[in-house]
T-cell receptor, first 114, second 114 residues
Framework: EAQVTQNPRYLITVTGKKLTVTCSQNMNHEYMSWYRQDPGLGLRQIYYSMNVEVTDKGDVPEGYKVSRKEKRNFPLILESPSPNQTSLYFC?????????????FGSGTRLTVV | DQQVKQNSPSLSVQEGRISILNCDYTNSMFDYFLWYKKYPAEGPTFLISISSIKDKNEDGRFTVFLNKSAKHLSLHIVPSQPGDSAVYFCAANQGGGATNKLIFGTGTLLAVQP
């Protein structure tokens, strides 16, 4: 089954404790991206990657890091999480020229930073 | 500054009637527009898209209309079904077709009453 897999689904952590949210896709998509969803703000892009070793900032990159060492994986790293990073996070992928077909999203990771 | 706006946070419709979800945008450089549907505890799923060079695209019960002069698009669902109850996000692609940078609205919660 073609899918984007995120782990974990739920995570509660403490301020300052480094964490990684994993994202993997099995569709050989070139493009991957991370979004966060907050009430009243919709989905905002954090980082995106056009291909292996090519990443760029989205609209809200502060406090986040990403890497794209393999085509299928695009982990999101929070080096020192803070309470304002409490949010619902989505990973998404698409083919290089697939914007008209839309992204495929993962099921989401609900992160709480206390 | 919200470039893609969904001014109605919620909409309630009777089963069998038409649902109309609206979206306004400010950037005339957007070249593709998409609608996503999101159920609770799931990631958004792609519904339908439209190129900026078209004014209508239809897929089964779903039709998207684009009015470029008004910078407005709408999603029509006819007939509405209880399974259509979800949050609907409007999204716009910034830049060329291969850029794949989507900007999302804040979403509209559609409730279809049996």
């Amino acid at each position: 089954e073609a899918q984007v897999t995120q782990n974990p689904r739920y995570l509660i952590t403490v301020t300052g404790k480094k964490l990684t949210v994993t994202c993997s896709q099995n569709m050989n998509h070139e493009y991957m991206s991370w979004y966060r969803q907050d009430p009243g703000l919709g989905l905002r892009q954090i980082y995106y990657s056009m291909n292996v070793e090519v990443t760029d900032k989205g609209d809200v990159p502060e406090g986040y890091k990403v890497s794209r060492k393999e085509k299928r994986n695009f982990p999101l790293i929070l080096e020192s999480p803070s309470p304002n990073q409490t949010s619902l996070y989505f990973c998404a992928s698409s083919p290089w020229d697939g914007i008209i077909y839309g992204y495929t999203f993962g099921s989401g990771t609900r992160l709480t930073v206390v | 500054d919200q470039q893609v706006k969904q001014n109605s946070p919620s909409l309630s419709v009777q089963e069998g009637r038409i649902s109309i979800l609206n979206c306004d945008y400010t950037n005339s450089m957007f070249d593709y527009f998409l609608w996503y549907k999101k159920y609770p505890a799931e990631g958004p799923t792609f519904l339908i898209s439209i190129s900026s060079i078209k004014d209508k695209n239809e897929d089964g019960r779903f039709t998207v209309f684009l009015n470029k002069s008004a910078k407005h698009l709408s999603l029509h669902i006819v007939p509405s079904q209880p399974g259509d109850s979800a949050v609907y996000f409007c999204a716009a692609n910034q830049g060329g077709g291969a850029t794949n940078k989507l900007i999302f609205g804040t979403g509209t919660l559609l409730a279809v009453q049996p």
